[in-house]
């Protein structure tokens, strides 16, 4: 288990445009963007609004991309032709390196890129504070893969091996790979805190704190 930052913890967030599933995890939303919040540190744990009420446990990861097409490009530059009757002036103007004052600009053939698509995604989630199973879909593209892999879903890599579709390890082979004190013993008893604090045993800076230190 890598060795976390025992002090304070680092919040960042990646913006999701979701496909399915936002009232499960943001009641009343009516917008199909959200931010899914998380810790630096702290893989596997997200929220989805501001003031961290409800944790989620990331269970599940898929995503199938990257997909690529090509988009019609117009160019921004333009080509300068003559326009004239007078095949004299037009000489004159040619020998002297002058331009010629009557003309006008016609634009370069439009150009072909290749970009990135977003393809859908899907994240199975548990709440920890009542074991809820959610699940939520989303357009997904390579950077936001990129954070998700290297910042929520790391867990994901070596327990459960569910990222980009692969077959997930069998329950018991996972129980038997787990060493003590792994990334899902502190889940586990992160949810146990936010039961407490939920419960009223704790308070809200005895949560953070007592969480801080496990980790």
């Known amino acids: 288990m890598a060795a976390f930052d025992m ?3 680092e919040t960042d967030s990646i913006e999701l445009m979701l496909t399915g599933g936002i009232q499960e995890v943001i009641k009343g939303n ?3 963007t959200a931010h899914m919040y998380f810790h630096h540190g702290v893989p596997g744990i997200v929220w989805f ?3 961290h009420r409800d944790e989620y446990e990331v269970l599940e990861y898929h995503w199938n991309g990257p997909r690529y097409r090509e988009v019609p490009v117009e160019e921004e530059s333009y080509t300068r032709r003559r326009k004239s009757s007078n095949t004299l002036l037009d000489t004159f103007y040619e020998v002297f390196g002058i331009e010629n ?3 006008y ?3 370069e053939p439009a150009r072909v890129e290749t970009r990135e698509v977003p393809v859908l995604a899907s994240m199975r989630l548990r709440d920890l504070m009542d074991e809820r199973i959610v699940t939520i879909t989303f357009n997904c593209t390579s950077d936001i893969d990129t954070r998700i892999r290297n910042s929520i879903a790391s ?3 070596s327990s459960f091996n569910t990222v980009h579709g692969k077959e997930e390890t069998p329950k018991k082979d996972r129980q038997a790979e787990t060493p003590p004190k792994t990334d899902q013993d502190i889940i586990a008893r992160i949810r146990e805190l936010k039961s407490l604090l939920d419960d ?7 949560y953070e704190i007592l969480k801080k230190k496990l980790i």
Do not use: K, M, W
């Open 7 to 9: 002090f304070e913890l």
């Open 30 to 32: 009516l917008l199909n």
């Open 49 to 51: 609004d501001y003031l």
């Open 101 to 103: 004052p009557v003309s």
């Open 105 to 107: 600009r016609e634009p």
């Open 155 to 157: 867990n994901l890599d």
């Open 200 to 206: 009223g045993a704790i308070t809200q800076e005895e």
